[in-house]
């Protein structure tokens, strides 16, 4: 029984990591059509900027504060990375450029982790003591994951539907080209949703750092999963994501209690594989209608 | 203007398969001066170390060329070609290497796999595509090594696989072993069999499908079946490569196949230029050998060394290395002089006397009975019937929105009806795939002209010819063959959007379909155009005997032009008759011309 809830609360736990990723994703992509294949990588970082920063016994407020300066540090090197992302397509010579540049991107993130801190695993420090709940003991990080995800998501609801600046990026995700014929401001929007997406994703690498693996090859795990837990939500769809995530962080878990550690992602591509063959546009996905 | 004499029946209609008249590009030449150096040079100074260093780069090279394949030709983001190359890899170890099989059978499970594991790739390929495929491959490539541990009894886990092949290091000719030559043999083989692919049609329909699946159908093949094949082919060199890997190196291990290696191919081709035979062979060089001779003792640099180049290849050279310099080249060249297609060949040609296309003679081409479609809430096609006669031109006029392209769409498949029915030449069409219905004889141009800017002129006519299924159609084509000289060197950004649609039209009528759907086919064509134009589509009907299905906004030329004509408005037919009847009823003048006695 103990198995059980281990398996469900931290599958739930990691799995909320991934629908973070997975909110990240469709940040981006509402907004540009582009997928960043350098988000785990991101998160990875939220994780590294954690481990330096974060002393030994911190106090909440430091944490907090932390938390904050971790986010911002994301979300300014992915507003970069958007800016670079964009550039070749402004001559739209190449459609494609970005699943180059983001890979590229990505490589570098890893590469850079690898020179400076060598192929270890980094650790985080947790400040909160660990939780008792159905008779087993969890580290607080697997609750805060969850909370910061539903967080995450009610604030963008909120900011797409009450703001004005939220309300012209969900006119890009309708039809690009009319927002910009009503004088959006096209690329700037799209580069601020690069750095809200670097502020969910460096916050969540930040507060799950501790129950994040952060090696220089461990980031595209966490671009999969997150991928996965997108695409099973419906790409673009943020409740979507919520659901999607712990599916896939509950079976994942399960099958590394069961059959081994190595068996993780072979189970979420037997996931990806599934939903892309038998329901592509997600859960929760809308299909689209015209193609002539 | 048609002269009626046979004089050219005896002319050989000059072969557009070219079957012994295959010539090497430029490009294939110097990638096969670059393979044989890269292999005699090491070879004939005794260095050992340069040369194995060089053997792994010409397989390394294999691969990206199939990557080349898979990326540009067929238009498919794969990231996990690492992956078919080391299950080939290792399906050889285990077989040869573990269990002692002879390395002939450990070599043909080799290839068996690798091809298996691509052939899996595609399954996913003929559902999604763009980045799901690239993450669906990335994915596989990441698990690949993961499942190498995960199975240790049978892949000996990280203690990796010994495999040694003596004979196929020793010295047999000009200093080279038996594997050097086979290394090399298989290298330039590749190169040569993908500058082959690029003149024959499936490589033309690789290209057609990648950009333009909806073309594909209307020229009545499926593009997943396509795809399929350029994962079947790319798996298959890949996996050749694959399986030499394991007697190259002489011992394998899971980290050797880790997901970085289908990246590093996967840059070598944007590195290189993606699209160029060249491309590869240099990308690969540079992301290889540039890290391992200059980073010697800095490993750890050599990850970001080849994201830095890609990073900044992608920024300031997007066409690549050679793709680049071939642009520059192409550039001072051609300083894009304005082009047109000479339409004399065809005004001009030699008709068949007697009819060799009486197979629909009375049927009527097209039977719509009843059609209903609706998007949303949108009814684009409200019960609308429509009979088109054989060997006739038949208008479509309507306003915008009155769903003259909607009806073109259900005719060719691309739509379906919600209710009703469509009969072409007498086949219920309902429900035949798009690619089915094409090949009952019906080829259609796009309001947009579907015209492909990476091949020639020529070549995109010869999209047509590729999907002319009637061998009796030596005069056609004998008109076409008068076209291939001057259109061959020519490119479609030489093109004004007139000659665009010409050209677009054209194709079609060398599919040898009997039945032509033409979507605003006049639409920027000036007067004299428009009067050639005439002349050919009244040529098509009274030589050629086809079916003409004209959707026009110009009026005049539609009065003159169509023996029927049918008015749309709102997805409802609101008149049809001849051009006369048509003209006087109050309800087409209300339509077109507004109220008279207001």
Same mark, same amino acid.
């Given at each position: 029984?103990?198995?059980?809830?281990?398996?469900?609360?931290?599958?739930?736990?990691?799995?909320a990591?991934?629908?973070?990723?997975?909110?990240?994703?469709?940040?981006?992509?509402?907004?540009?059509?582009?997928?960043?294949f @350098?988000?785990?990588?991101m998160?990875?970082?939220?994780?590294?900027?954690?481990?330096?920063?974060?002393?030994?016994?911190?106090?909440?407020?430091?944490?907090?504060?932390?938390?904050? @300066?971790?986010?911002?540090?994301?979300?300014?090197?992915?507003?970069?990375?958007?800016?670079?992302?964009?550039?070749?397509?402004k001559?739209?010579?190449?459609?494609?450029?970005?699943?180059?540049?983001?890979?590229a991107?990505?490589?570098?993130?890893?590469?850079?982790?690898?020179i400076?801190?060598?192929?270890?695993?980094?650790?985080?420090?947790?400040?909160?003591?660990?939780?008792?709940?159905?008779?087993?003991?969890?580290p607080?990080?697997?609750?805060?994951?969850?909370?910061?995800?539903?967080?995450?998501?009610?604030?963008?609801?909120?900011?797409?539907?009450?703001?004005?600046?939220g309300? @012209?990026?969900?006119?890009?995700?309708?039809?690009?080209?009319?927002?910009?014929?009503?004088?959006?401001?096209?690329?700037r929007?799209?580069?601020?949703?690069?750095?809200?997406?670097?502020?969910?994703v460096?916050a969540?690498?930040?507060?799950?750092?501790?129950?994040?693996?952060?090696t220089?090859?461990?980031?595209?795990?966490?671009?999969?999963?997150?991928?996965?837990?997108?695409?099973?939500?419906?790409?673009?769809?943020?409740?979507?994501?919520?659901?999607?995530?712990?599916?896939?962080?509950?079976?994942?878990?399960?099958?590394?209690?069961?059959?081994?550690g190595?068996?993780?992602?072979?189970?979420?591509?037997?996931?990806?594989v599934?939903?892309?063959?038998?329901?592509?546009?997600?859960?929760?996905g809308?299909?689209?209608?015209?193609?002539? | 203007?048609?002269?009626?004499?046979?004089?050219?029946?005896?002319?050989?209609y000059?072969?557009?398969?070219?079957?012994?008249?295959?010539?090497?590009?430029?490009?294939?030449?110097?990638?096969?001066?670059?393979?044989?150096?890269?292999?005699?040079?090491?070879?004939?100074?005794?260095?050992?170390?340069w040369l194995?260093?060089?053997?792994?780069?010409?397989?390394?090279?294999?691969?990206?060329?199939?990557?080349?394949?898979?990326?540009?030709?067929?238009?498919?983001?794969?990231?996990?070609?690492?992956?078919?190359?080391?299950?080939?890899?290792?399906?050889?170890?285990?077989?040869?290497?573990?269990?002692?099989?002879?390395?002939?059978?450990?070599?043909?499970?080799?290839?068996?796999?690798?091809?298996?594991?691509?052939?899996?790739?595609?399954?996913?390929?003929?559902?999604?595509?763009?980045?799901?495929?690239? &993450?669906?491959?990335?994915?596989?490539?990441?698990?690949?090594?993961?499942?190498?541990?995960?199975?240790?009894d049978?892949?000996?886990g990280?203690?990796?696989?010994?495999?040694?092949?003596?004979?196929?290091?020793?010295?047999?000719?000009?200093?080279?072993?038996?594997?050097?030559?086979?290394?090399?043999?298989?290298?330039?083989?590749?190169?040569?069999?993908?500058?082959?692919?690029?003149?024959? $049609?499936?490589?033309r329909?690789?290209?057609?499908?990648?950009?333009?699946?909806?073309?594909?159908?209307?020229?009545?093949?499926?593009?997943?079946?396509?795809?399929?094949?350029?994962?079947?082919?790319?798996?298959?060199?890949?996996?050749l490569?694959?399986?030499?890997?394991g007697?190259?190196?002489g011992?394998?291990?899971?980290?050797?196949?880790?997901?970085?290696?289908s990246? &590093?191919?996967?840059?070598?081709?944007?590195?290189?230029?993606?699209?160029?035979?060249?491309?590869?062979?240099?990308?690969?060089?540079?992301?290889?050998?540039?890290?391992?001779?200059?980073?010697?003792d800095?490993?750890?640099?050599?990850?970001?060394?080849?994201?830095?180049? %890609?990073?900044?290849?992608?920024?300031? &050279?997007?066409?690549?290395?050679?793709?680049?310099?071939?642009?520059?080249?192409?550039?001072?060249?051609?300083?894009i002089?304005? $082009?047109?297609?000479?339409?004399?060949?065809?005004?001009e040609?030699?008709?068949?006397?007697?009819?060799?296309?009486?197979?629909?003679?009375?049927e009527?081409?097209? %039977?719509?009975?009843?059609?209903?479609?609706?998007?949303?809430?949108?009814v684009?096609?409200?019960?609308?019937?429509?009979?088109?006669?054989?060997?006739?031109?038949?208008?479509?006029v309507?306003?915008?929105?009155?769903?003259?392209?909607?009806?073109?769409?259900?005719?060719?498949?691309?739509?379906r009806?919600?209710?009703?029915?469509?009969?072409?030449?007498?086949?219920?069409?309902?429900?035949?795939? $798009?690619?089915?219905?094409a090949?009952?004889?019906?080829?259609?141009?796009?309001?947009?002209p579907?015209?492909f800017e990476?091949?020639?002129?020529?070549?995109?006519?010869?999209?047509?010819?590729?999907?002319?299924?009637?061998?009796?159609?030596?005069?056609?084509?004998?008109?076409?063959?008068?076209?291939?000289?001057?259109?061959?060197?020519?490119?479609?950004?030489?093109?004004?959007?007139?000659?665009?649609?010409?050209?677009?039209?054209l194709?079609?009528?060398?599919?040898?379909?009997?039945?032509?759907?033409?979507?605003?086919?006049?639409?920027?064509?000036?007067?004299?155009?428009?009067?050639?134009?005439?002349?050919?589509?009244?040529?098509?009907?009274?030589?050629?005997?086809?079916?003409?299905?004209?959707?026009?906004?110009?009026?005049?030329?539609?009065?003159?032009?169509?023996?029927?004509?049918?008015?749309?408005?709102?997805?409802?037919?609101? $008149?049809?008759g001849?051009?006369?009847?048509?003209?006087?009823n109050?309800?087409?003048?209300?339509?077109f011309?507004?109220?008279?006695?207001?």
């Open positions: 029984m103990d198995e059980f809830f281990i398996i469900l609360i931290r599958g739930i736990g990691i799995g990591v991934y629908s973070l990723v997975a909110v990240s994703f469709n940040i981006v992509y509402q907004s540009s059509g582009i997928l960043n @350098a988000q785990g990588h998160l990875i970082l939220g994780g590294v900027f954690a481990s330096i920063f974060l002393p030994q016994h911190a106090s909440v407020l430091t944490w907090f504060v932390l938390l904050g @300066a971790g986010a911002l540090c994301l979300a300014i090197l992915m507003a970069i990375q958007g800016y670079i992302t964009l550039l070749p397509l001559s739209s010579v190449e459609q494609h450029s970005w699943l180059i540049t983001t890979l991107v990505s490589v570098i993130i890893s590469a850079l982790i690898l400076t801190k060598g192929p270890f695993t980094l650790v985080v420090r947790d400040p909160f003591p660990p939780l008792r709940a159905f008779g087993v003991v969890t607080a990080a697997y609750v805060i994951a969850p909370v910061l995800a539903i967080t995450a998501c009610l604030a963008l609801r909120w900011f797409h539907s009450r703001t004005l600046i309300l @012209a990026m969900s006119a890009l995700s309708q039809d690009l080209d009319a927002a910009k014929a009503a004088g959006i401001r096209v690329r929007l799209q580069i601020l949703s690069f750095a809200i997406s670097g502020l969910v460096g969540a690498g930040f507060s799950a750092g501790s129950i994040l693996t952060i220089p090859t461990s980031p595209i795990n966490y671009v999969l999963n997150g991928f996965v837990a997108a695409v099973i939500g419906g790409i673009g769809s943020n409740a979507g994501a919520l659901v999607g995530g712990p599916l896939v962080g509950v079976l994942s878990m399960w099958a590394a209690y069961n059959a081994g190595e068996y993780q992602n072979a189970v979420s591509l037997a996931l990806l599934i939903i892309l063959m038998f329901r592509p546009q997600g859960l929760f809308r299909v689209s209608a015209r193609q002539v | 203007m048609v002269t009626g004499t046979q004089a050219s029946t005896s002319r050989p000059p072969q557009s398969k070219p079957r012994g008249s295959f010539k090497l590009a430029g490009e294939t030449w110097i990638g096969v001066i670059f393979i044989i150096a890269s292999i005699l040079i090491p070879a004939l100074s005794g260095s050992d170390y194995h260093i060089f053997l792994l780069l010409n397989l390394y090279m294999v691969v990206s060329i199939c990557q080349n394949l898979l990326l540009t030709d067929a238009g498919q983001v794969s990231f996990g070609q690492g992956a078919v190359f080391g299950v080939a890899a290792y399906t050889v170890g285990i077989f040869s290497g573990l269990h002692g099989f002879p390395l002939w059978l450990g070599l043909l499970a080799g290839l068996a796999a690798g091809i298996a594991l691509g052939l899996l790739f595609a399954l996913p390929a003929l559902r999604v595509k763009g980045f799901y495929l690239g &993450f669906v491959t990335i994915a596989a490539a990441t698990v690949m090594p993961e499942m190498l541990n995960a199975f240790s049978i892949t000996n990280i203690n990796g696989i010994s495999l040694r092949v003596r004979w196929m290091h020793e010295s047999w000719l000009l200093g080279m072993s038996p594997l050097a030559l086979l290394i090399g043999a298989l290298t330039i083989v590749t190169l040569i069999a993908h500058n082959y692919l690029r003149t024959t $049609a499936l490589g329909r690789m290209r057609v499908a990648a950009l333009s699946p909806e073309t594909a159908l209307t020229l009545g093949y499926r593009p997943g079946v396509v795809r399929s094949i350029a994962f079947l082919v790319a798996a298959i060199g890949t996996s490569a694959g399986v030499l890997y007697p190259l190196l011992f394998l291990s899971p980290d050797a196949f880790h997901f970085d290696l990246i &590093f191919f996967f840059f070598a081709v944007i590195v290189g230029g993606s699209g160029r035979l060249l491309g590869p062979l240099v990308g690969t060089a540079i992301l290889y050998l540039v890290p391992n001779v200059l980073l010697v800095l490993v750890e640099y050599r990850l970001l060394g080849y994201g830095v180049t %890609a990073l900044l290849i992608m920024l300031l &050279f997007p066409d690549g290395i050679i793709g680049t310099i071939v642009k520059q080249i192409r550039q001072r060249k051609t300083a002089r304005p $082009a047109s297609i000479d339409l004399r060949p065809l005004l040609m030699n008709f068949p006397k007697k009819d060799q296309r009486a197979a629909h003679a009375d009527p081409a097209v %039977a719509v009975k009843d059609a209903r479609r609706q998007f949303g809430q949108v684009a096609l409200n019960n609308v019937d429509l009979v088109v006669k054989p060997r006739t031109i038949h208008g479509l309507g306003p915008n929105g009155s769903g003259k392209t909607t009806l073109l769409n259900v005719l060719t498949g691309l739509n009806l919600d209710g009703g029915s469509v009969y072409v030449f007498g086949v219920k069409a309902n429900h035949l795939p $798009a690619a089915g219905i090949q009952l004889g019906i080829a259609r141009t796009f309001q947009t579907r015209i990476d091949l020639t002129v020529w070549e995109n006519l010869q999209l047509g010819l590729d999907a002319n299924r009637q061998p009796s159609d030596e005069m056609l084509l004998a008109a076409f063959g008068k076209l291939r000289q001057p259109l061959s060197e020519c490119w479609p950004e030489q093109l004004s959007h007139a000659q665009r649609r010409m050209l677009e039209l194709r079609c009528i060398g599919t040898g379909s009997d039945l032509l759907l033409l979507d605003e086919p006049a639409a920027g064509l000036s007067g004299e155009e428009r009067t050639r134009f005439a002349t050919l589509l009244r040529l098509l009907r009274d030589e050629l005997h086809l079916t003409v299905v004209l959707v026009e906004h110009d009026l005049s030329l539609v009065w003159r032009l169509a023996d029927e004509i049918t008015v749309l408005d709102a997805g409802a037919v609101v $008149a049809r001849n051009a006369a009847e048509v003209k006087e109050p309800a087409v003048q209300k339509l011309w507004g109220e008279r006695d207001a």
